[in-house]
């Protein structure tokens, strides 16, 4: 009958395309509800992707907040002639779990990086980065970022693992730049205290 179109998957069939097609207008106006039924109609399969990816599941959660927080912020963006709703989400969703996948395949070699080159003029450095991981070994900086809050380890490896500015780090968190720096410079301070820990 009719109405078993309805109860197919968010891709399954016209009436659930539609459906997040008119979700995602709805959050790109800001509407808040269509964006928690948004969440809720296509978070599992997003989780499914990143889980798929990154084989973590504290970092495919990540991925998953990080990748809602895009929709949230570039749902303006899509474009239903390039694609349904779905495959636009799980294209960004599939590029975060990459670049991941990425980052913590380099951070050993950014952070040697960081520890001989100057501070960008740009970034406020009361706490650079050199200092806080200068002599510091890969699983020690691993357990003090995992004793971070998410937001706090997640704009740190933005600004200084994907080399994110603090504007760019504040547009892709939908966070205010004060509250971005802000956060940032805690966190580093967390991270140093950890560290130094570690190493006494």
């Known amino acids: 009958m009719g109405s078993v179109e309805t109860s197919r998957s968010p891709d399954g ?22 964006f928690t039924r948004l969440y809720d109609l296509t978070s599992s399969r997003i989780y499914g992707l990143a889980v798929r990816v990154v084989r973590d599941r504290q970092y495919a959660e990540e991925i998953v907040q990080e990748a809602y927080l895009q929709y949230w912020v570039h749902a303006g963006d899509y474009d239903p002639a390039r694609g349904s709703v779905i495959t636009w989400m799980m294209t960004i969703a ?35 980065l050199e200092v806080v991981v200068q002599a510091a070994q890969r699983n020690t900086l691993h357990t003090c970022l995992g004793q971070l809050t998410d937001l706090q380890r997640g704009s740190i490896e933005m600004s200084y693992f994907a080399g994110l500015s603090y504007p760019e780090v504040a547009q892709r968190t939908a966070t205010p730049l004060p509250t971005t720096k802000s956060r940032i410079r805690d966190g580093l301070r967390r991270l140093k205290t950890c560290m130094d820990s570690q190493d006494n």
């Open 13 to 34: 069939g016209d009436s659930e395309s539609q459906l997040l097609r008119e979700l995602v207008a709805s959050v790109a106006a800001q509407d808040r509800a269509a």
């Open 94 to 128: 599939h590029r975060r779990a990459v670049d991941r996948v990425r980052t913590e395949g380099m951070q050993t070699e950014r952070i040697s990086e960081y520890g001989v080159r100057n501070a960008e003029p740009e970034v406020p450095s009361n706490i650079p």
